[in-house]
């Protein structure tokens, strides 16, 4: 019913940024909270951003000041501005979305990952 498309990741020297892009599809009514994972060879996955449907921001502190989490309600896509990026930052990243669906259905759901790898 709901799928989570993401995009904008790729190989980046350390220091750059990237700009990932999450959009859901399908059966949405609303989308509560979205947030960005992310997850490291042999790592478990990892809290990264979350944003609220009224805006409000929660970064994980590895990342405080350098990424910034957004959304488009009207595009339902949310975004991750990653700057000043380091070796430690590669992981696959995933969004995740709480979303309510026609007829009072509701589903957490995940994108598929991107790869955000950083290196020299």
């Known amino acids: 019913q709901v799928q989570l498309v993401e995009s904008g990741g790729g190989l980046v020297q350390p220091g750059g940024s990237l700009r990932l892009s999450c959009t859901a599809s399908g059966n949405i009514f609303s989308i509560l909270t979205m947030k960005w994972y992310r997850q490291a060879p042999g790592a478990q996955r990892e809290l990264v951003a979350a944003i609220t449907s009224g805006g409000s921001t929660n970064n994980a502190g590895s990342v405080k000041g350098r990424f910034t989490i957004s959304r488009d309600n009207a595009k339902n896509t949310v975004y991750l501005q990653m700057n000043s990026l380091q070796p430690e930052d590669t992981a696959v990243y995933y969004c995740?979305?709480?979303?309510?669906?026609?007829?009072?259905?509701?589903?957490?759901?995940w994108g598929q990952g991107t790869q955000v790898t950083v290196s020299s």
């Open positions: 995740n979305a709480v979303i309510t669906g026609s007829g009072g259905s509701w589903g957490n759901y």
